[in-house]
């Protein structure tokens, strides 16, 4: 599976973004989808997990409320939609894809887009 991520860019405190991640590849629908950012300096960190059905959803605590993943199958496209951003939101973003599934461990997943970076002005 080969991810390719986008939608990054430069966003006012408040404003919205939506990532996209497009995989290749026929199993995508097999997989579970995550997205984790890094910022400067800092660790890897999750922030949203969807099931290969798409049916369950999981968010970081800092995120819940503000941020909706979601996913076509039919597109092999997973998305993320950021609402009401922070400052500290600023990160590059990874789209990851996990074969075994429920993890939010950086570390068990198997496939990894490039990253898309998302800048939030104060």
């Known amino acids: 599976v080969q991810l390719q991520a986008c939608g990054g860019g430069l966003v006012q405190a408040g404003g919205s973004l939506r990532l996209s991640c497009a995989a290749s590849g026929p199993t995508f629908s097999n997989y579970d989808m995550g997205w984790f950012r890094q910022a400067p300096g800092k660790e890897r960190e999750f922030v949203a997990r969807?099931?290969?059905?798409?049916?369950?959803?999981y968010y970081a605590s800092s995120v819940k409320g503000r941020f909706t993943i979601s996913r076509d199958n039919a597109k092999n496209t997973v998305y993320l939609r950021m609402n009401d951003l922070k400052p500290e939101d600023t990160a590059v973003y990874y789209c990851?894809?996990?074969?075994?599934?429920?993890?939010?461990?950086?570390?068990?997943?198997?496939?990894w887009g490039q990253g898309t970076l998302v800048t939030v002005s104060s």
């Open positions: 990851a894809a996990d074969w075994e599934g429920g993890s939010h461990n950086p570390y068990e997943y198997d496939y």
């Open positions: 969807i099931s290969w059905s798409g049916s369950n959803t």
